[in-house]
Nanobody, 122 residues
Framework: QVQLVESGGGSVQPGGSLRLSCAAS????????MGWFRQSPGQERELVAT???????RYADSVKDRFTISRDDDKSLLYLQMNSLKPEDTAMYYC????????????????WGQGTQVTVSS
C-alpha cells in the first residue's frame, strides 16, 4: 500500500515562509509524477505544483515565483518551499502521486496523503 505522509504545516504571518515535506513509501519517487494540491473550506481541491519524474516542475499561476517544488529521491521525500505567503494560501495541503503531470487534473491523482494545514493570518 502506497503511503504519502505530509508534515510541516502550521500558522504563519503574511509574508512568512513554510516548507512542507511528504514522505513516500512503497512508491519509487524517481519514477513518479508527484505534486501538491490544496483545498480551502467550500472550495474545490486545486493543483499547486507538480514535479515530473525527470524533474520538470509546473506551478499554478497563483503560486508561481513564490513556491518551489523539489524532491529527494534517495530519501523518498517531496518538498514544497512556500515563501511570501498570503492569506489566500490558507488551505489544507495534500501530497499526491499519479499521472497528473501532463494533464494537471485532480482526477489523474492515484494516491493522496492525509493533508497538512497551512494558515496564513496576522
Amino acid at each position: 500500500q502506497v503511503q504519502l505522509v505530509e508534515s510541516g504545516g502550521g500558522s504563519v504571518q503574511p509574508g512568512g515562509s513554510l516548507r512542507l515535506s511528504c514522505a513516500a513509501s512503497r512508491i519509487t519517487t524517481r519514477n513518479s509524477c508527484m505534486g501538491w494540491f490544496r483545498q480551502s473550506p467550500g472550495q474545490e481541491r486545486e493543483l499547486v505544483a507538480t514535479l515530473s519524474s525527470d524533474f520538470r516542475p509546473r506551478y499554478a499561476d497563483s503560486v508561481k515565483d513564490r513556491f518551489t517544488i523539489s524532491r529527494d529521491d534517495d530519501k523518498s521525500l517531496l518538498y514544497l518551499q512556500m515563501n511570501s505567503l498570503k492569506p489566500e494560501d490558507t488551505a489544507m495541503y495534500y501530497c499526491a502521486a499519479g499521472w497528473f503531470c501532463g494533464s494537471m487534473l485532480v482526477t489523474d491523482v492515484r494516491y493522496w496523503g492525509q493533508g497538512t494545514q497551512v494558515t496564513v493570518s496576522s
